[in-house]
């Protein structure tokens, strides 16, 4: 099979990637993808239950997307050496085992050790996406990519909620029991459903590994859109694990509220199929800079004036994710574009250091809440993607503009 040429089927056909591919393919990228989220709004729950402390508590999300940034160095290069269904679904198994050891766990380091399982068993997403590039015709790849990646991060943002009502209602272990259930179900899903695709690539594990750092070198527009997006998804992390503190001790929000407060924000995932549509058209190097300003702004009303309360963080999480996902996308659609064989690897890397970022934000969330409260977070939150933006201003501009 030439890179390019379609996955084949499991009777040695060839699929065509149609709406109702695209659509499950959503839907499997955002009930897995859900699996690193669930902690994030209620860690003020689990961590007094296992006796852990509240400064401790945000290493639960910084570490479930450690594990996640593993696996995605580590397992998702695989996608260009194995065949990618089965692939999957040995991850999936591996995450519906996490999940349910999650649910019983009481131990605090243990709990953290399974965050970090659940985390790097959640990476079949990751293989999936590639799948559906090599499926989709070059002229609507960015079309497709956005389509899916609505469903991705549609998962990241209703996870919040859903764990938050779940947890209210139910106890934070519903949850994670919860998840575990579903993704038997998703993996059943791609077990009958996902067509089988045997990569071309002849190499060794370690061959394949070692390939990353070449990528690397060789490819500055990988290099550029890793560094914008791993700076734009650190100053997301951050919001959405320190929000939920403010929303908790300042506004006195009960685990509903803060549910609706994150569905509110759930509208930012509308940007994915527009950031496709316009990278299809020719329109990337401009769009990138509207995303990467939108990113750097959304921070405003918290630095303005205090007094914009809860709506003006609704504003900030609604904007940011917005210009996040957005960016993502259209870094998606370039990376793809670069070397079709690549794509897992050129995935790997690129999403890896978009889940250091995030963790690096996670991990600083407590901290900078607890020292300075919400005007220190945002001012720091809003730090990240003003280095991104500045960086694409002197840099990378001129980089994109000469491989679009």
Known sequence: MTPNAPAADRNGGTVKLTQGMIALFAFCCGAIVANLYYAQPITELIAPDIHMSSGTASLIVSLTQI????????????????????????????SIFSLALAAVTHQPNAFLAVSLLV?????AVQILIPLAAHL?????????????????????????????????????????GSAAVLMAIVTAVLALTIPRRQPSHQATYFQLIHSLGELVVTLPVLRH???????????FSLFWTAV???????????????????????MGATSAPVAGRLADAGHTVRATLIA????????????????????????????????????????????????????????????????IGGAIGSALASSLYDHGGWTLTATVASVFPIIALLHYLVVGRSVAAANA
């Open 225 to 235: 859109r890793a560094l914008y997006q791993g700076l734009m998804f650190g100053t």
């Open 119 to 123: 985390g790097f068993s959640s990476v």
């Open 136 to 176: 989709a015709p070059d002229e609507s790849r960015g079309r497709v990519v956005g389509n899916i990646m609505s469903g991705l991060l549609l998962g990241i943002l209703l996870s919040r909620p859903i764990s938050s009502v779940v947890a209210g209602h139910f106890g934070w272990r519903a949850v994670f």
């Open 292 to 355: 990467l300003v939108v990113g750097a702004l959304a921070f405003t009303p918290a630095l303005i004036h205090p007094a914009w309360g809860v709506g003006g963080l609704v504003v900030t999480g609604v904007v940011l994710d917005f210009a996040v996902q957005m960016n993502m996308v259209l870094g998606q659609r370039e990376i793809y574009a670069l070397h079709a064989a690549s794509r897992n690897r050129l995935n790997a890397l690129y999403m890896t250091s978009i889940f």
């Open 67 to 94: 594990g996640y940034a593993f696996g995605l160095f580590f397992l998702v290069p695989l996608g260009d050496l194995l065949e990618n269904r089965k692939l999957m679904i040995t991850t999936a198994i591996v």
């Open 244 to 266: 939920p503190i403010e929303l908790t001790r300042h506004y006195g929000l009960s685990q509903n509220g803060i549910a609706v407060f994150a569905l509110v924000g759930a």
